[in-house]
């Protein structure tokens, strides 16, 4: 069988050398070169076309950002950033998943990694995920996008009273930002539900990519907070590193939602898990529920949703022609339980027309 062939791309030579090694330790795996900064990677990327490439956020002459954009314009290929634990390393991470990085992985102490091997599983995994996805990338760059409305329009104002009738569950892992910045932008402001959504990303990851996704929605988006009340009209974004569940109270004989994030043990080797919050969903919840598992590694989501669908909930899982990873969206279709099978570009309007036909509600 065919080595995956690996483009590394590092302004040091020491973080270049460590990443080859680490790559080159699996058997699967091969890198067949290395470049130096942005400019290098394009020529490379284009004359030996890698199945994935690793690539540098901070380098000079040009950096990772701008070439990425290159290359997703030119030669789309799997790209994998790899960038710092900082609020900046993070913002630029997040533009980077935008542009049409597949996914990431976080230096474990900056830009010149000297522990980089701490990291050297999560490595070699994503490396393997991500290769092939070349014409899931095509597609993804060739779909329609979801028109952005900015916040021109003025963000719905919330009643804190208003009753929460309906309850939208999103799981996502490898390729899950791009895939959100298609179904969230598209959602309107007067919405009459909450979306509680479930990324598997870093701590100070999540609170970027909700502020980046607040920034093109109409409706309001968050990281979620503990103790908060589950309002309509919000999306509440999982922090990295706390399983997000939920809470009911009872107030003047109306019940209430409430977010409860805990550091319990991670589930399935995540942390937050989707299956944990899907969970929490059917055992609390009490009115109309969707769940939409999209693209990202593994299963998580397939336990959760056999509960959900025990409270009549409708599931949507994201077709294979548009995942990055067809992981999470095939776990669930392998139950049998999944109601339809939607392309990405077609998941927001779709969720919305569920939401206006409920059935078993």
């Avoid at 910045?181 to 999540?206: C, E, K, N, R, S």
Wanted: charged letters at 25%.
């Amino acid at each position: 069988m065919a080595k995956i062939k690996v483009l590394v791309v590092d302004d040091s030579a020491f973080m270049r050398k460590m990443i080859s090694d680490i790559i080159n330790s699996s058997p699967e795996l091969e890198v067949i070169a290395k470049a130096r900064d942005g400019k290098d990677a394009i020529s490379k990327a284009k004359e030996l076309q890698p199945d994935v490439i690793t690539m540098d956020i901070e380098m000079p002459e040009m950096d990772g950002l701008t070439a990425l954009k290159i290359i997703m314009q030119e030669n789309p290929l799997p790209v994998i950033m790899l960038s710092s634990l900082t609020r900046q390393g993070a913002e630029q991470t997040l533009k980077a998943l935008q542009l049409g990085a597949v996914d990431f992985i976080a230096k474990p102490s900056g830009q010149i990694s000297l522990d980089i091997e701490q990291v050297s599983d999560d490595i070699i995994k994503k490396v393997k995920a991500v290769a092939g996805t070349k014409q899931n990338l095509m597609n993804l760059n060739s779909s329609r996008k979801v028109p952005v409305p900015g916040k021109s329009i003025p963000a719905r104002t919330v009643k804190p009273n208003e009753t929460l009738n309906k309850l939208v569950l999103i799981g996502t892992s490898t390729g899950g930002p791009k895939a959100l910045y298609q179904v969230i932008p598209g959602l309107p402001a007067d919405i009459d539900a909450a979306f509680l959504v479930v990324q598997h990303m870093p701590p100070g990851f999540t609170r970027s990519l909700a502020d980046r996704l607040d920034s093109l929605s109409e409706i309001r988006v968050k990281e979620a907070e503990h103790g908060e009340k589950v309002l309509p009209g919000y999306v509440y974004i999982a922090p990295g590193d706390y399983h997000m569940m939920l809470n009911v109270q009872s107030r003047n004989k109306a019940k209430e939602l409430y977010i409860h994030l805990d550091k319990s043990l991670p589930r399935g080797g995540l942390r937050p898990a989707v299956d944990v919050l899907l969970e929490s969903a059917a055992e609390k919840y009490w009115g109309q529920m969707l769940c939409v598992i999209m693209t990202g590694m593994g299963y998580d989501g397939a336990a959760g949703i056999k509960k959900l669908k025990e409270r009549g909930a409708r599931i949507i899982a994201e077709d294979p022609s548009t995942c990055i990873v067809y992981g999470m969206p095939k776990a669930a279709v392998e139950t049998g339980l999944v109601d339809k099978i939607v392309p990405l570009p077609d998941i927001c309007e779709e969720i919305l027309k569920t939401l206006r036909n409920p059935i078993g509600y």
